[in-house]
């Protein structure tokens, strides 16, 4: 009987959730007027977005460069930190971390212009690269907190005895941590990937050239395609297009992703 309010609850924000993405689904196979489909249900709003500019492939292909390149940059950066703090002891320990968090408070769109100019000077702006450095560094503070709480939760025992089996840190970090805090690993490349794929303002200010736009910005720019008149449809597909990846991945790893958001509560 208790179960029963609950699975009520679970169930409506379920569907209050659900409903947006349900609506755009529709909405992308439906007849509208002003769109390429106008008679009947079927896929030309779909077909409008395939040959827009450069093509919905090419799109598709540098919003995948750039989130792989950002959750490669995150998993590499944070397992490293989070080692470093959750398992080493060093003066001021807490308080770098403390100034690590501390980026989580300056407003995200401040930082953007000092780095174009910073990438500019290195020669990465207007770059997938340069785009997915910039979208790592927003994503680091979360991500080497979720890896610190994730390798304190290991016991101490298991790195020392790697240690004693004549496994150097790295190996010891390789070989036995990496596997064990893979919960926590697979989080911070959800939200890596997640923050990437669907960023509009980062590559709006740091990506100039139309041929290497991730699909957010394409989709934006297509609204204003034809003297400022919105493409519902079109629009709709490629709100389609844009999600689609991301609940395959969420729910092909959502275990994981528990697993390593319950990895600190389960401490000791």
Same mark, same amino acid.
């Given at each position: 009987?208790?179960? #029963?309010?609950?699975?009520?609850?679970?169930?409506?924000?379920?569907?209050?959730?659900?409903?947006?993405?349900?609506?755009?689904? /529709?909405?992308?196979?439906?007849?509208?007027?002003? #769109?390429?489909?106008?008679?009947?249900?079927?896929? *030309?709003?779909?077909? #409008?977005?395939?040959?827009?500019?450069?093509?919905?492939?090419?799109?598709?292909?540098?919003?995948?460069?750039?989130?792989?390149?950002?959750?490669?940059?995150?998993?590499?950066?944070?397992?490293?930190?989070?080692?470093?703090?959750?398992?080493?002891?060093?003066?001021?320990?807490?308080?770098?971390?403390?100034?690590?968090?501390?980026?989580?408070?300056?407003?995200?769109?401040?930082?953007?212009?000092?780095?174009?100019?910073?990438?500019?000077? %290195? *020669?990465?702006?207007?770059?997938?690269?340069?785009?997915?450095?910039? %979208? #790592?560094?927003?994503?680091?503070?979360?991500?080497?907190?979720?890896?610190?709480?994730?390798?304190?939760?290991?016991?101490?025992?298991?790195?020392?005895?790697?240690?004693?089996?004549?496994? *150097?840190?790295?190996?010891?970090?390789?070989?036995? %941590?990496?596997?064990?805090?893979?919960?926590?690993?697979?989080?911070?490349?959800?939200?890596?990937?997640?923050?990437?794929?669907?960023?509009?303002?980062?590559?709006?200010?740091?990506?100039?050239?139309?041929?290497?736009?991730?699909?957010?910005?394409?989709?934006?720019?297509?609204?204003?395609?034809?003297? *400022?008149? @919105?493409?519902?449809?079109?629009?709709?597909?490629?709100? @389609?297009?844009?999600?689609?990846?991301?609940? /395959?991945?969420? %729910?092909?790893?959502?275990?994981?992703?528990?697993?390593?958001?319950?990895?600190?509560?389960?401490?000791?």
């Amino acid at each position: 009987m208790l179960r #029963t309010p609950s699975r009520v609850l679970t169930g409506a924000l379920a569907l209050l959730f659900l409903f947006p993405l349900v609506w755009a689904a /529709v909405a992308s196979v439906s007849p509208q007027a002003g #769109t390429k489909q106008i008679h009947g249900w079927g896929f *030309g709003n779909y077909q #409008t977005l395939a040959n827009y500019q450069a093509g919905i492939g090419q799109y598709l292909l540098n919003s995948t460069a750039v989130s792989l390149m950002t959750v490669a940059f995150t998993l590499a950066v944070s397992a490293f930190g989070g080692y470093a703090f959750g398992m080493f002891k060093f003066p001021g320990k807490n308080a770098l971390f403390l100034v690590t968090l501390a980026i989580l408070m300056v407003p995200y769109a401040t930082l953007l212009i000092p780095l174009y100019v910073l990438l500019n000077d %290195l *020669g990465l702006q207007n770059s997938l690269i340069g785009l997915s450095l910039v %979208l #790592t560094m927003f994503q680091l503070p979360f991500a080497v907190f979720m890896m610190r709480i994730s390798f304190e939760a290991i016991p101490g025992e298991l790195r020392e005895s790697a240690l004693i089996d004549g496994c *150097g840190n790295f190996r010891a970090l390789r070989h036995i %941590l990496l596997p064990a805090v893979r919960p926590g690993l697979v989080t911070v490349g959800i939200f890596a990937f997640l923050a990437a794929w669907n960023d509009f303002i980062t590559p709006l200010v740091l990506i100039s050239d139309s041929e290497k736009l991730p699909l957010p910005l394409a989709v934006a720019n297509m609204r204003q395609q034809v003297m *400022g008149i @919105v493409d519902y449809g079109a629009t709709e597909a490629g709100v @389609v297009v844009l999600a689609l990846p991301c609940i /395959v991945l969420f %729910l092909a790893l959502q275990r994981h992703y528990v697993r390593g958001f319950m990895s600190g509560a389960l401490k000791g």
